[in-house]
């Protein structure tokens, strides 16, 4: 990561944007076209359209997200990442954004080798379950982690597939993908920002951020 | 309003006629030297447009938006109807300071082609002949409805629209307009809508057509000319299409099971449920302000409706390359024109690489929800529509 993405971060970070979603702005080229695969309300879409003059368009499976979205001017579609993904054309997007989303699609290889069919890139953020607090709570405490950021309890949670960075890596390599970029950040949402072994990601990073293009 | 000299028994109804060649609005007539190419072949002409304008076009003539009306709709979108005094039909959402605000856009609303509100139709007189047109005015399609909308813009002075928005047909309108006319629309916003007509919708719409010409009055389409209304028939067919515009939820609500002014069951065939009286009323309503003939011909070019077919069967190719913007509504208990149907649309739109944005809205008030006060559909209006003034520099 370069300074100056830094200096962005921590300026945009004063303006209130999430850390995550910034990492993943810095990923993006400017100006190009891009989808993201539970928008939410759109904070991610206006983030690139407005900082980096991207064209940006949604997809939210929540009702009150896409029409908050709609209502302040974004392009949202109402929909189902595991099924409409499908209906999109080959290399329709520069960046296919899964942010904070793949733990709770129903077919997360399916979903994303269709983000590296339509997009020539793919941006995934997700939480890591193999953070050491997750793993020091599981084992000292017996009962599965329930955290800040993921506080629902294991039988009422839209999260159905966590998996760890090293698992999500191994996901990379079945699907054939390749790893063009990857950042992960602290439990105080700072970015582990040396090049470490995976397995030291993998016990340090709280989220990570993976950019990921076809092989070849 | 002095050419329905037999029709002197029926106010109402004489009024409603007399907006077919003289209405309350404006009026754009195109004569001989333009003709309208009609797709049942030939050319209509003369022809006249009826229109209304709300707001103000500015100096960039960037700020229009065109409002394409439903089935039973008219121009008079958000001014007091002149023949029925009730207000426009989409005041909830057009007018100072609403979500299409005429104090900061140019509103313009017309009648379709085929209508009976001033823009030529069946009801308008012939004039080959001096007398209405009825069943010898061509039919017309949803695509011969827009090209004669465009002419008027044309009129207005109106390179570029900054949107077109309407429902229902209003909605089949402003999918044609952006397959037809992609460089003149900035923004579409087809609500409660369907790239083509089912074959349940057209076959209510054959119910409501054969009402009508199964009733002596219609007169194979003449009963202007013999001085006759074919009321009751009319009235059916709209009793029979309102049920379709409601859901089986909102009629619980509004009339349940509940006796008309009655403490029991008359058993007889008066209308004993609340239901019945209300379904009666609005076919008497109905009749009032509407044409026969114009409701077959305005139900008939929804019926021939298919985008796709025009486009080598392929919905996403109508929209191939379009740089228009769309925004696409549903409402949850409408089953007339489903949320799928507006799913298949964004498909194609995402097929073509078009910016679209879709909204379910939850509502149990079934298809008439795009014309009632739907707070959640008024907010994805206003941000809609002024993104894309914003995004012009119309705002």
Redesign the interface.
């Known amino acids: 990561m370069t300074p100056r993405d830094l200096t962005m971060s921590e300026a945009a970070r004063v303006a209130g944007a999430r850390v995550d979603l910034l990492l993943i702005a810095e990923m993006v080229r400017p100006g190009s076209r891009v989808l993201d695969v539970g928008s939410g309300d759109g904070e991610l879409l206006e983030l690139l359209a407005t900082t980096r003059g991207c064209?940006a368009?949604g997809i939210e499976l929540s009702?009150e997200g896409?029409?908050a979205g709609?209502?302040?001017?974004?392009?949202?579609?109402?929909?189902d990442a595991d099924v409409?993904l499908a209906?999109?054309?080959d290399n329709?997007f520069d960046y296919v954004i899964l942010s904070q989303t793949i733990q709770a699609t129903r077919r997360p290889k399916w979903v994303l080798e269709q983000m590296l069919r339509v997009g020539t890139h793919a941006i995934v953020s997700f939480p890591n379950f193999g953070f050491w607090r997750m793993r020091l709570d599981l084992l000292l405490n017996g009962r599965m982690p329930s955290t800040e950021n993921l506080p629902y309890s294991w039988h009422d949670t839209p999260n159905i597939h966590f998996c760890t960075i090293r698992d999500f890596v191994a996901l990379v390599e079945e699907v054939g993908a390749q790893i063009d970029r990857a950042a992960a950040l602290n439990g105080y949402g700072h970015p582990v920002r040396f090049n470490l072994p995976w397995a030291v990601w993998n016990l340090l990073g709280e989220q990570a951020v993976f950019l990921l293009s076809r092989k070849g | 309003m002095s050419d329905s000299t037999a029709l002197r028994d029926l106010p109402a109804y004489e009024a409603a006629r007399g907006e077919a060649d003289h209405p309350h609005s404006a009026v754009a007539r195109f004569g001989a030297d333009t003709p309208l190419p009609l797709d049942a072949g030939g050319v209509l002409t003369p022809f006249q447009i009826a229109y209304q304008t709300y707001g103000t076009l500015n100096a960039a003539r960037s700020n229009a938006i065109l409002l394409c009306h439903a089935l039973s709709g008219d121009q008079h979108a958000a001014n007091v109807h002149p023949v029925t005094g009730k207000p426009g039909w989409w005041e909830t959402l057009v007018g100072p300071g609403k979500p299409i605000d005429t104090e900061r856009f140019f509103v313009i609303a017309s009648n379709v082609l085929g209508g009976c509100l001033g823009t030529t139709g069946p009801s308008s007189t012939n004039p080959a002949t001096g007398q209405p047109y009825g069943l010898d005015l061509p039919v017309v399609t949803i695509r011969d409805m827009v090209r004669a909308q465009a002419m008027l813009i044309d009129h207005l002075g109106i390179e570029k629209l900054l949107a077109v928005v309407g429902g229902s047909m209003g909605g089949m309108q402003v999918l044609q307009w952006a397959a037809s006319y992609p460089e003149r629309v900035f923004a579409a916003m087809p609500i409660a809508t369907a790239a083509r007509h089912s074959a349940q919708n057209i076959a209510f719409h054959e119910v409501g057509r054969q009402a009508v010409m199964a009733d002596p009055e219609w007169r194979g389409g003449r009963y202007l000319q013999e001085g006759t209304s074919p009321r009751r028939g009319l009235s059916v067919a709209r009793m029979a299409a309102h049920i379709t515009y409601m859901s089986d939820s909102s009629l619980h609500r509004k009339f349940g099971r509940r006796l008309q002014d009655r403490d029991g069951h008359t058993f007889s065939f008066d209308a004993d449920f609340q239901v019945e009286s209300y379904l009666r009323h609005q076919g008497e309503a109905f009749v009032d302000r509407f044409d026969a003939n114009s409701y077959l011909y305005v139900t008939r070019a929804m019926d021939y409706f298919d985008l796709a077919a025009d486009y080598g069967g392929v919905l996403a190719n109508a929209f191939k390359g379009s740089k228009t913007r769309f925004c696409l509504v549903s409402f949850t208990s409408d089953w007339l024109f489903t949320t799928a149907d507006s799913r298949a649309i964004v498909h194609a739109l995402n097929a073509s690489g078009a910016q679209v944005s879709f909204a379910e809205i939850e509502s149990d008030k079934g298809h008439d929800s795009f014309l009632l006060d739907e707070p959640e559909f008024s907010a994805i209006t206003r941000g809609f529509i002024d993104a894309a003034a914003r995004a012009v520099g119309a705002l």
């Open positions: 064209d368009r009702r896409v029409n709609v209502a302040r001017g974004l392009p949202i579609i109402q929909g409409d209906d999109y054309p329709s």
